[in-house]
């Protein structure tokens, strides 16, 4: 699991980033206080701005291939604060074009699809409809003319270079990095708000190192951004949707629990020697998901000392993980089952000649 953490390193080491511990003074929430925020880029100015009461924003994107799964809930919480205790306005993108053109699916229609689905959880998880906007790039088509101005300022051997892009895949692919970066800019062009974060995995950074030195060629002021730390599956490798290793918040309660279960465990090879020796927390997936995402420091302390002297097992400790995350999972599909078609209208940007509802209703969704 240490591997997952060389593309955090990577960023500081080779990109330039700074590290989020070395800020002085950082938000009181979850995805700071038990170390999923890895790294930043201009944060701290963000953060002294949104203190000091400036219109600020998030922009905060996800990909339409798939549905949340437990490692999303920490970014979109971390949102849910900053519109909550600051007001913040919060764009989300929804990435239904890159996701047709990196062929993460087979057609526009089930990106769109996805981008619906996506929609509604979004709505489900609290945010504020008349602060969030959602931007589903097929239904509001005006972000590919900023994307084209923007396109100006890049070139094509720039691109290939960054994403490290070939000859033989297709031009949207290389075209998309601008679509992005209009994305981000959005708040700045739209409602004027200089003062912009972007939350992103340390695999994403590539768009932003190119959207920040497109804001500079154009005028716009460079969006901060905080790097959240990898977090490894269910079976201790890289969360992917690929892998079937992650744990998804609108999958079966019988599913959640399978996977929990098998999770990568630090227990002993037996109850017995379990009891003797004591398990291994550094390395077991279900403490690093409690540690992470539920517990506070003490609780998480507690537990750690409980599971290494043999307190604890293995079977125990996934209980406690499943028993946190079903009540998490339940709350949120109540809220899920409640949203409306109203509802999405208030969130969604889209042309003026768009039926939301039609679509939606298409798209099976609603």
């Not at 953490?5 to 980033?17: H, P, Q, S, T, V």
């Not at 949102?79 to 990435?95: C, D, E, H, M, T």
């Not at 994307?147 to 998309?176: M, P």
């Not at 977090?231 to 599913?255: C, H, T, W, Y």
Request: proline share 3%; charged share 25%.
């Amino acid at each position: 699991m240490a591997d997952l953490e060389e593309d955090n390193k990577k960023l500081i080491e080779k990109f330039g980033a700074a590290r989020i511990s070395d800020i002085g003074e950082l938000p009181d929430f979850y995805t700071f206080t038990n170390g999923l925020i890895y790294s930043h880029r201009d944060f701290d100015i963000y953060f002294k701005n949104l203190l000091k009461g400036e219109k600020s924003a998030i922009v905060s994107g996800f990909n339409a291939s798939g549905t949340p799964h437990l490692g999303h809930l920490a970014v979109f919480d971390t949102n849910l604060f900053f519109q909550r205790k600051y007001g913040a306005k919060v764009y989300i993108p929804i990435s239904d074009d890159e996701s047709y053109v990196s062929l993460k699916v087979k057609t526009q229609e089930e990106a769109l699809q996805n981008s619906f689905k996506l929609s509604r959880a979004i709505v489900a998880l609290g945010f504020d409809l008349n602060n969030t906007k959602l931007i589903i790039d097929e239904l509001y088509t005006d972000i590919y003319n900023y994307a084209i101005k923007l396109s100006r300022g890049v070139t094509y051997s720039e691109i290939r270079a960054i994403y490290g892009y070939t000859h033989d895949q297709n031009i949207g692919l290389h075209f998309y990095p601008t679509v992005q970066a209009a994305h981000i800019i959005l708040p700045q062009i739209l409602d004027h708000i200089k003062n912009v974060l972007v939350p992103i995995g340390p695999d994403e950074d590539s768009h932003l190192r190119t959207c920040r030195d497109l804001a500079g060629k154009f005028g716009y002021t460079k969006p901060a951004v905080l790097h959240s730390l990898f977090m490894p599956g269910v079976d201790g490798q890289k969360m992917s949707k690929s892998r079937g290793n992650a744990i998804f918040i609108l999958d079966a309660e019988k599913e959640i629990r399978k996977k929990i279960m098998a999770s990568f465990s630090g227990g002993a090879t037996s109850i017995e020697e379990h009891r003797k020796i004591g398990g291994n927390p550094d390395v077991d997936i279900a403490y690093l998901y409690l540690k992470s995402y539920f517990l506070n420091h003490d609780e998480s302390k507690q537990v750690y000392d409980d599971y290494k002297k043999g307190k604890l097992l293995s079977g125990e400790l996934k209980n406690m993980l499943f028993e946190q995350v079903m009540k998490r999972v339940s709350d949120f599909r109540k809220a899920y089952e409640k949203v409306t078609i109203k509802d999405l209208e208030k969130v969604i940007m889209k042309n003026d000649d768009i039926d939301l509802q039609k679509l939606a209703e298409k798209a099976g969704i609603m």
